[in-house]
């Protein structure tokens, strides 16, 4: 099992002001922050992003949403980071999420969902390389 993930707080959640509370549940969680910056993307980054979904119905609309305000992507550390980080921010559908996860309590919808999860090892390590560069991965420190 590895030990990081790639969280990012969507637009929805930035926008409602709620960067905080969701750290604070993170932090509390017992993950350790090893990066974190607030940026946007374009929907063409986007799109590379969510490559996997390009068949999807709703990637047009994913890649709009992504793209629509500030984001911030984090590396997250913690023995078995992937699955215990899945099990922190819940269902896809925040309708569907158990009690006190984050897209429970911040989630409006399957799309606009609060926050994403690296779903793997393999693919929170492309996705941490999508939003870090080597120099900004200090992880010893
Ligand atoms: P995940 O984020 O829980 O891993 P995925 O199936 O990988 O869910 O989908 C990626 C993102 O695409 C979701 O977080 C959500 O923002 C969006 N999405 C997923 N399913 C739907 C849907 O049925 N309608 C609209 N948007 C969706
Ligand atoms: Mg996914």
Redesign the pocket.
């Known amino acids: 099992m590895g030990n990081k993930t790639l969280a990012i707080i969507?637009p929805d959640a930035v926008r409602k002001n709620v960067i905080g509370k969701i750290i604070s549940m993170i932090t509390k969680a017992g993950f350790k922050i090893k990066a974190m910056k607030y940026t946007r993307i374009t929907k063409e980054q986007a799109a590379i992003f969510?490559e996997?979904?390009k068949e999807?119905?709703?990637y047009g609309?994913?890649l709009e949403?992504?793209s629509s305000g500030p984001i911030i992507p984090i590396v997250l550390e913690k023995e078995n980071a992937v699955n215990e980080f899945?099990k922190l921010?819940g269902?896809?559908?925040p309708l569907k999420a158990e009690e006190d996860t984050i897209?429970k309590l911040f989630g409006e919808?399957?799309?606009?969902?609060a926050i994403?999860?690296s779903?793997s090892d393999e693919n929170a390590e492309i996705e941490i390389g999508f939003f870090f560069s080597k120099s900004e991965l200090i992880f010893n420190q």
Do not use: C, Q
């Not at 919808?109 to 969902?113: D, F, T």
């Open positions: 969507k969510y996997v979904h999807r119905p709703f609309e994913l949403y992504i899945r921010i269902d896809t559908d897209r919808s399957k799309a606009i969902n994403h999860g779903d």
